[in-house]
């Protein structure tokens, strides 16, 4: 179970995503919160990116990534854009990308995280 998830039929739910588990991605690591929730409209993610984080795009997803903590930057479509903490950068389906830099991100992805929408050239 990925966070505390609230009983049957609630309308809501709650992740405390320090407590989730570690899991590998193009981007370095990952904590995911209600990618796995039925009917949740998106999933939220705190990344810690590392320094070889790879290119990648989806095909469906649109991601919002938030910093929270480093300066670096975000490459979209081959251009570097710089960041900051509570800088945003909204990505759209298509668009090529990564994050550059020791950064942690807060990854918003809606409609929520799918695997099989990971791409690389």
């Known amino acids: 179970m990925e966070g505390k998830i609230a009983p049957a039929g609630a309308g809501y739910a709650v992740a405390q995503l320090d407590e989730l588990s ?8 990952s904590r995911r919160a209600f990618s796995e929730l039925a009917g949740a409209p998106a999933s939220v993610h705190v ?4 320094r070889q984080a790879r290119p990648h795009y ?4 649109t991601e919002i990534y938030v910093v929270l903590e480093g300066e670096g930057a975000v490459e979209v479509d081959g251009q570097l854009v ?9 990505i ?3 668009c090529r990308h990564r994050a550059v830099g020791a950064l942690r991100i807060l990854n ?4 929520p995280f799918d695997s099989a929408d990971e791409w690389f050239d």
């Open 22 to 29: 570690l899991v590998d991605c193009p981007c370095g690591t």
């Open 47 to 50: 990344v810690q990116i590392s």
């Open 58 to 61: 989806h095909r469906r997803l």
């Open 82 to 90: 710089p960041v900051r903490p509570l800088t945003a950068v909204l």
């Open 92 to 94: 759209r389906p298509g």
């Open 108 to 111: 918003i992805v809606i409609p």
